[in-house]
């Protein structure tokens, strides 16, 4: 029995050959485990929030903090998250660490999203 609001079947006709295609194309599980994990450092608004300063300018710590009106200690636990998934990079400067975006992906990707949510 079909669930509300999802369509299934009427007749169980599995399509051998389309089957096949998309099997020999499916991404191995390490990469889609992967992929996954990069999208959860996107599930959260305070990333985000970072990630959207970043695009306009490259910022020290203390700097995100007074942007976001909140503290150095909630913004480097959420940099160690965007360091690790290869989002941002940093850069020491004298007493100060700088952060930027680590590359042009991060920008396309979070256009993509707002594209697609706008729609």
Do not use: W
């Not at 169980?12 to 889609?32: Q, T, W």
């Not at 636990?77 to 941002?88: D, G, N, R, Y």
């Amino acid at each position: 029995m079909a669930k509300q609001g999802v369509e299934c079947c009427e007749q169980i006709f599995v399509h051998g050959d389309l089957v096949d295609k998309v099997n020999r194309e499916m991404p191995e599980e390490e990469e889609l485990y992967d992929l996954a994990e990069l999208f959860k450092v996107f599930g959260d608004s305070t990333r985000i929030r970072i990630l959207f300063v970043l695009f306009e300018a490259e910022v020290c710590v203390c700097d995100l903090a007074e942007i976001l009106h909140m503290t150095q200690s909630a913004i480097s636990h959420q940099l160690k998250i965007l360091k690790q998934a290869k989002l941002v990079s940093a850069r020491r400067e004298g007493k100060s660490v700088f952060y930027s975006l680590a590359d042009d992906h991060v920008r396309t990707i979070i256009a993509q999203g707002r594209e697609h949510i706008e729609e």
